[in-house]
């Protein structure tokens, strides 16, 4: 069965610091896809970033880039610059072949001013 | 272009009363997900549909829960008989096609949710 897990509830750093969000997952599978979603209070879902497990090349999106570590199946946030916009919740999500999202609990950040 | 709309974006119901959300895919996208957000979780998945059929609702509560998405209109999530528990918030999705959803264009798109209340 497929799990995602984020270890960590809650964090919190100041504006302008860099702060990185853990995620593992378990498949079987060999080619699969890697998600971070992000939900402001306003509870809409937002891709932030992807990874295709077949690419060993980090996926980068302005400030927010990835660690994906296939052999560990871990799949880690970075955001550079944080900024106070970026206070949200966020979410690891793992798709294969099944057509269906499994997400993580989600993992809530805070940028203090 | 619009996106994925839901409507109602809110929706409060009395025990025993029935509840319907609807979803709108974006323009051009056949393929719908239903996932539910229960306060403080993750997103889990209910039900995948194609115009007048369910592919997959591995996801969905065997009793009380149905889903559609016919030809023509919305697709709509329908609970009977509503619990405290079925309090959450209803995040609809769609994608353009069901082969590798998620390379190039074809990035699954969700609406902004809506929540039920249930008294």
């Known amino acids: 069965a497929q799990t995602v897990t984020q270890s960590q509830p809650e964090m919190s750093v100041q504006e302008a610091e860099t702060v990185t969000l853990s995620c593992t997952y378990d498949t079987s599978e060999s080619n699969y896809y890697l998600f971070w979603y992000k939900q402001p209070p306003s509870r809409q879902m937002i891709l932030v970033i992807r990874q295709e497990a077949y690419k060993q090349q980090n996926a980068t999106e302005n400030r927010f880039s990835v660690n994906f570590q296939k052999a560990a199946k871990s799949f880690s946030l970075k955001i550079s610059d944080s900024q106070l916009g970026d206070t949200a919740m966020y979410f690891c999500?793992?798709?294969?072949?099944?057509?269906?999202?499994?997400f993580g609990q989600g993992t809530r950040l805070t940028i203090n001013p | 272009n619009a996106g994925v709309m839901q409507n109602p974006r809110h929706l409060v119901r009395r025990r025993g009363q029935e509840a319907r959300l609807r979803c709108s895919p974006m323009?051009?996208?056949?393929?719908v997900y239903w996932y539910r957000q229960l306060p403080e979780e993750g997103l889990k998945f209910m039900v995948y549909?194609?115009?007048?059929?369910?592919?997959?609702e591995s996801g969905m509560p065997k009793e009380r829960f149905s889903a559609e998405f016919p030809k023509e209109g919305p697709s709509i999530l329908r609970i009977q008989q509503v619990v405290r528990g079925d309090s959450a918030a209803y995040f609809c999705a769609s994608s353009s096609s069901q082969r590798k959803p998620h390379s190039g264009a074809n990035v699954l798109t969700f609406g902004a949710g809506s929540r039920l209340t249930v008294l």
């Open positions: 999500a793992l798709f294969q072949g099944a057509q269906k999202l499994v």
């Open positions: 549909l194609q115009k007048e059929n369910i592919i997959d």
């Open positions: 323009k051009g996208h056949s393929h």
